[in-house]
């Protein structure tokens, strides 16, 4: 699977979302699915989608929330704060880099508002199984998987027609192994078969 963005950026962005959350809701005192919503048309999750060094690196929390709300926010930034509401935001951070799913195509299937709910127990938990969870609620599929159903294909009938093993087929499409690690050979017959590129299969 291609990540959103070079992971080394991953550390900040998780800090600089979390940290926009926890002043949203505890400092402005804004519905947190309200915040998601100008999170998004203020353009800034775009530029948290692409790892933009400009307001990744460049701006605090306290500016990037300027920048959102265009006001001067209210409240100050906390360095770090372990409330429900930065846990949010750092798992969602997380789960579009790891996904390279935009914030809103994975908040509109999972909003903000019941993701929240499950800070307890998941909070204490490898951010791993936040996102199992995130990729269940949003019923998450694997573009090998996805093409192959746009297609009508069954397992067997892709493994026949690509020449690429059945065992093969499936451990891709259930994420036991990753697609991009196969062969090329392996990805290019995938794709002939579905008549996609191989770029569009390890997405």
Known sequence: MIHA??????????????GLFQMAVMEEHMDIDEFMEKFISSGMAMAFEIANAKYV??????????IILQ???????HPYAATPAY???????YAQWY??????????KFPC?????????????????????????????????????????TQEELARFSGVPLRS?????????????????????????????MEELVC
Request: charged share 30%; aromatic share 16%.
């Open 99 to 108: 996904l390279n799913r935009t914030f809103e195509q994975i908040t509109d």
């Open 5 to 18: 963005y070079d992971k080394m950026y991953l550390y900040y962005e998780q800090r600089k979302v979390g």
């Open 169 to 197: 087929i499936r451990a891709y499409e259930q994420g036991k192994v990753e697609l991009y690690t196969a062969q090329a050979e392996t990805v290019y017959r995938l794709a002939k078969a579905l008549s996609v590129t």
């Open 113 to 153: 508002s019941m993701l929240i709910l499950y800070y307890f127990p998941y909070h204490e938990m490898a951010i791993s199984k936040s996102l199992d969870l995130i990729k269940e609620k949003i019923s998450y599929d694997l573009p090998l998987r996805a093409f192959r159903k746009e297609r009508h294909f």
């Open 87 to 93: 846990w949010v935001g750092w798992v969602l951070a």
């Open 71 to 77: 006001r001067e926010p209210v409240g100050r930034e």
């Open 57 to 66: 690196l460049g701006k605090s929390v306290y500016e990037l929330m300027r």
